[in-house]
């Protein structure tokens, strides 16, 4: 009778064996990693990227200086956080118009890798965390106004807008506005009159920057049913509303100088009179091109109003 110790595995067997194991951990592995980019990409990172910028440069103006490495540490977590819950639900809430455009059928609801309920609980929980953190590590105020934007950006825009008003986008905006309110809450404690200009910088630059995008992807946003400018009152319209729009972000960009000085409203002006020039190029153009430039301009204009400001409260103080 052959026992267990009998039994010698041939060097072709065992070399077998051990590359049929090493396929299945380098498959797990890659499933595990394709997974892990999904989720990522459900809380839209590059959104992420932007609103953390402008909450932590005004973090630095608050401070009129540099904020403890802990502070700066926990706030963008918390903001991480709740950026990231709010875009998994609006990808969950937005995975049927999703699959009608171009740009975003790719994405892991629409494409089916992903599984609603699982974005959603994602979502949820991101948001939860958010709290948490900001409660325990910043202070309570900071928690209900990282709480309010998201709340704001998924049932007030999301939900209720976007879908039924061209609007959406001058109302929605408020959504994203909420970082700056944060990052002076988690310094002050409070919301002072310089946390609400920085909050009405970013609402006023939201529709010039997503009527650029409109205007590029005006055909996706209609065969979607999504009523953005473009679709509803033309190119040459909308290429107006951004140039109104654009005179009182300028505006409004320029207050923030009546604390910080000279040296912030000569870079903000700067900023803002190439955004202008660029805004009136992309209207005798009327081309595509000239629409991705505007849109792209947009983001590294508000990221560097804001740095601007960050490093002029660090080197005037």
Not at 36 to 46: C, T
Not at 72 to 98: K, P, Q
Not at 173 to 180: L, N
Request: charged fraction near 10%; aromatic fraction near 10%.
């Amino acid at each position: 009778m052959q026992t267990s110790a009998d039994i010698v595995m041939s060097p072709p067997d065992a070399l077998a064996a051990a590359g049929a194991a090493d396929g299945v951990v380098r498959t797990l592995s890659t499933q595990l990693r394709a997974s892990a980019r999904d989720y990522v990409s459900l809380a839209k990172p590059r959104i992420i990227v932007l609103l953390l910028i402008t909450e932590l440069s005004t973090m630095f103006i608050a401070a009129r200086g540099i904020p403890t490495v802990a502070l700066l540490f926990w706030a963008a977590l918390g903001g991480v956080l709740a950026s990231g819950g709010s875009g998994a639900i609006n990808c969950w809430y937005d995975r049927d118009i999703d699959r009608v455009m171009a740009r975003t059928c790719s994405r892991p609801l629409p494409s089916g890798r992903i599984l609603p309920w699982k974005a959603l609980i994602f979502g949820v929980s991101l948001i939860a965390a958010s709290v948490v953190v900001f409660s325990l590590a910043v202070n309570t105020l900071a928690a209900l106004l990282a709480l309010g934007g998201a709340v704001f950006y998924v049932f007030i825009y999301t939900m209720l807008l976007k879908r039924r008003t061209p609007l959406n986008i001058v109302i929605g905006g408020a959504a994203g506005a909420f970082p700056p309110l944060v990052g002076w809450a988690a310094v002050q404690g409070n919301v002072g009159w310089p946390a609400f200009v920085l909050f009405a910088l970013v609402f006023l630059w939201t529709p010039p920057h997503f009527w650029s995008l409109a205007l590029l992807l005006r055909r996706d946003y209609r065969n979607a049913s999504v009523p953005m400018l473009p679709g509803i009152i033309g190119t040459a319209r909308t290429h107006r509303r951004i140039l109104l729009y654009l005179l009182a972000l300028i505006a409004a960009s320029l207050l923030p100088g009546l604390m910080l000085g000279i040296g912030y409203t000569v870079g903000a002006a700067v900023l803002g009179g190439g955004y202008l020039a660029l805004a009136l190029w992309a209207r005798a153009k009327a081309s595509s091109h000239a629409a991705a430039l505007l849109f792209h301009y947009s983001l590294a204009y508000l990221a560097l109003v804001f740095i601007v400001g960050a490093v002029t409260a660090v080197v005037v103080g």
